[in-house]
T-cell receptor
């Protein structure tokens, strides 16, 4: 079965420090991977996606993600965290059998302390 | 360019009742997908509509149904509400059928069933 795992319920980081939010996936074939962010009482906002090409993908708000096929991972990173980055982050993969559907992980809450 | 608008933002229903949630898609987007996000979980795909027809469906019972109108807006109807239907319901619009083209999500409707 296809799935996405976000092993950390919460990530705590100090402002100005680098942050990493982890994601691993399990799909057959070449994955299409996404990161979304959710602020309180808001919907999901698209950050970035990997379809093909360069393994390092740059996205919105200074975020980037590294696709690692051998480790089946797609970790979200940012060199310098901001307090305003505090939110809920979701990794998702396109369903290989039903291309119209995204399969989401359970989410990771990022808390950036001043 | 307008984003995805959902209404109402919150509502409370009694078990056994019926509910209709509404979604206006982003300008130019012809495809609408609905997701259910239970507390502490990632969004789960309910179904997708394209050109007023259901294009795909997730693992939800038939009491979850939908409509898409000629202007691409959409409704999600849930009959015989159960307590477990309490969740944030997200509407997402896109320009094409495949998820790889990216979704624009609305802020959601938070449904509480008592």
């Amino acid at each position: 079965a296809q799935s996405v795992a976000q092993p950390e319920d919460q990530v705590n980081v100090a402002e100005g420090n680098p942050l990493t939010v982890k994601c691993t996936y399990s799909v057959s074939g070449n994955p299409y991977l996404f990161w979304y962010v959710q602020y309180p009482n808001r919907g999901l906002q698209f950050l970035l996606k990997y379809i093909t090409g360069d393994n390092l993908v740059k996205g919105s708000y200074g975020f980037e993600a590294e696709f690692n096929k051998s480790q089946t991972s797609f970790h979200l990173k940012k060199p310098s965290a901001l307090v305003s980055d505090s939110a809920l982050y979701f990794c998702a993969v396109r369903d290989m059998d039903s291309s119209y559907k995204l399969i989401f992980g359970s989410g990771t809450r990022l808390l950036v302390r001043p | 360019e307008t984003g995805v608008t959902q209404s109402p933002t919150h509502l409370i229903k009694t078990r056994g009742q019926q509910v209709t949630l509404r979604c206006s898609s982003q300008s130019g987007h012809n495809t609408v997908s609905w997701y259910q996000q239970a507390l502490g979980q990632g969004p789960q795909f309910i179904f997708q509509y394209y050109r007023e027809e259901e294009n795909g469906r997730g693992n939800f019972p038939p009491r979850f149904s939908g409509l898409q109108f000629p202007n691409y807006s959409s409704e999600l109807n849930v009959n015989a509400l159960e307590l477990d239907d309490s969740a944030l319901y997200l509407c997402a619009s896109s320009l094409a059928l495949a998820a790889s083209y990216g979704y624009t999500f609305g802020s959601g409707t938070r449904l509480t069933v008592v």
